[in-house]
DNA sequence: AAAACGTATTGACAAGTGTCTATGTATGTG
DNA sequence: CACATACATAGACACTTGTCAATACGTTTT
């Protein structure tokens, strides 16, 4: 993970939707229909949200029937977190 | 520090050049002119940036005759830092 | 087969963003 | 004073972004 993939996330952070969807989600898997309840948004922007939040690696779709279930990818967070937190740590 | 602050700050770092810049600063405090040599932009390009990045908290600009020396806030870093690693904690 | 449900895609639009050139402001220097 | 230096502001521009309504797609149910 280099300095552009940070940015990418980051970017990816950078809308309250987004960021409150990625807070929902560490509370566990949740499908497409479960997240729209609690927003104010139509569905095609909760979709166009998730497909940016899948992009960047930070969100997994596991697709079940009709249903997507969407949860957090623990790995690329880790590594997310642990990445900035260096950046203030002196070499 | 709440979603939104969180958000603001994500959305700072969210840009290639302000993220490398907050790199750069972490190495230690640098005036503009400094800055601007790394970079392939603009003055005024430079001057917005640090704008950014000053009014969400992260950098602290110290003033002193005609120069400028910018330094991240480790304050506002430490908190932004420990919020983001806070989301994966399960409560 | 038809209808219903969950989600994605398309196309449109206003608003925001990163960048530039040109110019202004403040501070230091001859 | 006049000039140079460091930075900010204003205005313009192409591009991106968040959002929506409309529609399409895939799956399940009736």
């Given at each position: 993970m280099n300095t552009k993939d940070i940015a990418v996330i980051c970017k990816a952070l950078g809308d309250n939707?987004?960021?409150?969807?990625?807070?929902?989600?560490?509370?566990?898997?949740?499908c497409g229909c479960k997240l729209l309840e609690d927003f104010d948004i139509t569905q095609p922007?909760?979709?166009h949200h998730m497909?940016?939040?899948?992009?960047?690696?930070?969100?997994i779709d596991r697709k079940e029937g009709k249903w997507h279930h969407y949860s957090v990818n623990e790995n690329t967070w880790n590594e997310f977190?642990?990445?900035?937190?260096?950046?203030?740590k002196v070499e």
């Open positions: 939707s987004r960021l409150r969807i990625i807070q929902m989600l560490f509370d566990g898997e949740k922007t909760l979709s497909k940016i939040l899948c992009e960047c690696g930070l969100v977190c642990y990445h900035v937190s260096s950046l203030g």
